[in-house]
């Protein structure tokens, strides 16, 4: 007999679902509970995949009941503090199936869309990802949402509409396909999309327990601000950082022209340059932008030297080479 292609320790799985323990986290043990239901009830065999960190081990310490019933639960253990992204990698580097579920350790949608989101990927989806519709949750919470999706709308070209969920269904080799680190994680489907992945979403009812408003702290938001932006310039001016850097530069240094223009009118008018700070101001705003439009140069030289060996697409039909015989 020919063993499964992710047959590991004589045991494989259809699906299996990563679980990164990192913030709000809800008792595993009922979560499990709740969320694997689903996927029984729809004739998939899975595993769950628990990574945490060690000061987590007040709530893992339940998948221990489980394991004992003999459920398919697994737990790993990082020793030191690590974000989603390292979490989510750890674990698909262990992952038994070809078919990979991201799950919070909070509560986002009913448990009902995981097997839906599973479909889509055996369907021919790459990536899957629930979109929270007809919310009906606190509207701090919708208001926050919103906001993120003017921020990262067109980079989706408008065919995401709830990148913040992170439930989310994929082919296993995804995670190693799309470069993923920092906290990028939350943004996968942005990347994937970048990448050329296939990308669905599936509408879900938020969990009834997810309703109340979530107010972060101040730098927390201060974080996801600065995220966005690194994300923005990866996608749009990875390959051409001169239109970055250039753009910025040329405002800057244009405004500090016109500044010393309208100082060099009023000298030849006959007021005097003493006690004349505006006039540092247009030689500062001039230097500045020189400066920029020379680091997108830098930047464009670097992008230019390491082109041939870059791979910036990805095929994803390719028919065999007529016969020369057939012409």
Partial sequence: MTARP????????????????????VALDALYIEFSAPLREAGYTFEFVFVAYPWFRHLTQALSALRARGEPVRLLEVAQSAGETTLLKVAAASCRSPILVTLPAYLQTTPAV???????????ADLAVACRSARRDALVNRMQNRVLHLLVGRLAGGRLHDVACGVRAMRTELVSEVPL??????????????????????????HPKAMRGRIYAPGVYLRRLIDVLGLFFLLKFTDKPLRFFGLIGSAIAGIGVIILLTVAIQRF????????????LGVLLITLGVQ???LGLIGEMIVHLSASQQKRYRLRRSSPPAHPDAA
């Fill in 6 to 25: 992710y047959d590991v320790g004589g045991r494989a799985y259809d699906v299996t679902v990563v679980v990164p323990v990192v913030e709000r986290p």
């Fill in 114 to 124: 995981l097997p839906e989101l599973v479909a889509k990927v055996e369907g021919g």
């Fill in 181 to 206: 680190y920092g906290d990028f994680a939350r943004f996968l489907p942005l990347l994937a999309l970048r990448e050329g992945q296939a990308t669905e979403e599936v509408p879900a009812a938020v």
């Fill in 269 to 280: 008018g006959g007021q005097g340059l003493a006690d004349r700070p505006v006039l540092l």
């Fill in 292 to 294: 920029s439009v020379a």
